[in-house]
C-alpha cells in the first residue's frame, strides 16, 4: 500500500466519531500526569493484567491484541496504556512513508484512547548507513507527533542491554535518547551473541547487566531517560554435556556473527520454572559470579537441561542499582507471566517478583 492510501486510510479511521468503551466516559481521557518513578509494564495479550499489581503500574505497552478492558481499567489507576510501534527501517528510509506510518499510529492511539506508542524495533543496522539515520528520524519526528496531537503523551523507544552495537544494532543512542521521553533498556537475553564457550549462562548476569547502563551513562545520558528492563522468563538449554562442575554444552545456534547464543535454548515463563525447580534433580542452585540462579533436571527422555532465570534474590540489586543510580524506573517482559492463581505459594512468588521491582 502507498504512503498515501495508508495516510488516507488512517486519517478516516480518525475521522469516526470513536466511541468510548468505559462505562465512565472520563477513563476515555488520555493520561498526562508524568509520574516520578515509571514501572513499565510489557503485556502480551489475555486477562491476566487484572492480577498486577496496579499500586505500582505507571505505563502498559500493550504488545496483544487491542484490549479496550485494559485500556479503562488502567485509567482508572491513573497508568498509561501504549501501543506497540515496529515498522521494517528499509521502509521509513522514504520521508513520505515515514510520515504517513507515524499518522497512522497518532490516530490509531486516539481512536483506541491510548496514551502514547513504544517503539520496539530490534533490526540490525549499520553506523551511518540510511536505515541508521532514518531510525533517528523516526524516533524524533514520532515524538513530535505524539506530543503535538495527544498533549502529555509517552513515547519510549526499546533498546538493547547494552550501547555497543549488540546483535549488529548500531544505533545513534545519543540522539534517540534525547528525541525520544524514554528508553526501555531490555537488560535480557544478553546471551544473544555467544563468543566463549558454548554454555549454558544466565539470562542477565549481575555484574554484565550494570556495567552496561554505566556504559550509557558515559555516552551523557540523562538517567532519567533510563528504564531497566527485567526478565520474568529463563532459558531452558539442553546440555550435550552435563560436566562435573555442574557446566552445561550447549549447541551451536549462530547469531548475528556469534558462533553460538541463546537460540539453543526456549524461552520458559516464570510460572513453568516455579514448577519444574520442584521436580528438578538438583533443587535451585545459585552462581556466585553471574549472582543469578539456576538448576538441572531430565526430561522424560532421558535429556539433561539446565535452566536459567531471574527471581527476587537477582532482581533485587538491579532494582537497587536503579534506585541508587537516579535511573527513571523499572519494567519486565512480561507482566503476564507470573503465576496468577489462587494457589498460596503461587501469590506469594508473586507478590515477591512485584515487590522485588522496589528492591531489597
Not at 14 to 36: F, G, K, S, T, Y
Not at 105 to 128: C, P, R, S, Y
Not at 285 to 296: E, H, I
Not at 337 to 347: N, P, T
Request: with cysteine; hydrophobic share 35%; net charge negative.
Amino acid at each position: 500500500m502507498s504512503w498515501l492510501l495508508l495516510f488516507l486510510s488512517s486519517t478516516v479511521l480518525v475521522c469516526r466519531a470513536a466511541v468510548c468503551p468505559c462505562e465512565r466516559p472520563e477513563l476515555c481521557r488520555q493520561i498526562r500526569q508524568q509520574r516520578d518513578f515509571e514501572v513499565f509494564v510489557f503485556d502480551v495479550g489475555g486477562k491476566t493484567w487484572k492480577s498486577y499489581n496496579w499500586s505500582m503500574v505507571t505505563t502498559v505497552a500493550a504488545f496483544g491484541k487491542y484490549d479496550p478492558d485494559l485500556m479503562c481499567y488502567a485509567h482508572s489507576k491513573g497508568a498509561r496504556v501504549v501501543l506497540k510501534g515496529d515498522v521494517p527501517l528499509s521502509y521509513v528510509v522514504d520521508q513520505q512513508n515515514r510520515t504517513a506510518w507515524i499518522t497512522e499510529k497518532v490516530n490509531l492511539a486516539k481512536t483506541q484512547f491510548m496514551d502514547g506508542i513504544n517503539i520496539d524495533i530490534e533490526q540490525a543496522v549499520e553506523e551511518g548507513s540510511p536505515e541508521y539515520h532514518a531510525l533517528t528520524n523516526l524516533v524524533r519526528e514520532t515524538t513530535e507527533a505524539f506530543h503535538r496531537e495527544i498533549p502529555g503523551s509517552q513515547v519510549s523507544f526499546d533498546v538493547a542491554w547494552s550501547p555497543k552495537c549488540i546483535d549488529k544494532r548500531c544505533y545513534d543512542y545519543v540522539a534517540i535518547a534525547e528525541s525520544c521521553d524514554l528508553l526501555f533498556v531490555m537488560s535480557y537475553d544478553e546471551q544473544s551473541q555467544i563468543t566463549g564457550d558454548c554454555i549454558a549462562m544466565a539470562n542477565a548476569p549481575l555484574s554484565q547487566t550494570l556495567n552496561a547502563y554505566d556504559q550509557y551513562l558515559n555516552l551523557n545520558i540523562d538517567p532519567k531517560k533510563l528504564v531497566m528492563g527485567l526478565p520474568w522468563y529463563g532459558y531452558d538449554y539442553p546440555c550435550l554435556n552435563l560436566s562435573q562442575e555442574g557446566i552445561c554444552s550447549i549447541a551451536k545456534v549462530p547469531f548475528r556473527g556469534a558462533p553460538c547464543s541463546d537460540a539453543a535454548g526456549k524461552q520458559k515463563t516464570y510460572k513453568w520454572i516455579m514448577q519444574q525447580v520442584n521436580i528438578s534433580m538438583s533443587g535451585r542452585l545459585w552462581d556466585n559470579k553471574q549472582q543469578a540462579p539456576y538448576f538441572s533436571y531430565k526430561d522424560p527422555k532421558g535429556q539433561i537441561h539446565q535452566v536459567w532465570y531471574d527471581d527476587p534474590q537477582s532482581i533485587c540489586p538491579k532494582a537497587d542499582y536503579v534506585k541508587t543510580k537516579g535511573l527513571r524506573g523499572i519494567g519486565m517482559w512480561n507482566g503476564n507471566i507470573l503465576d496468577y492463581s489462587d494457589e498460596a505459594v503461587a501469590r506469594e512468588q508473586t507478590t515477591l517478583m512485584w515487590n522485588a521491582l522496589l528492591g531489597c
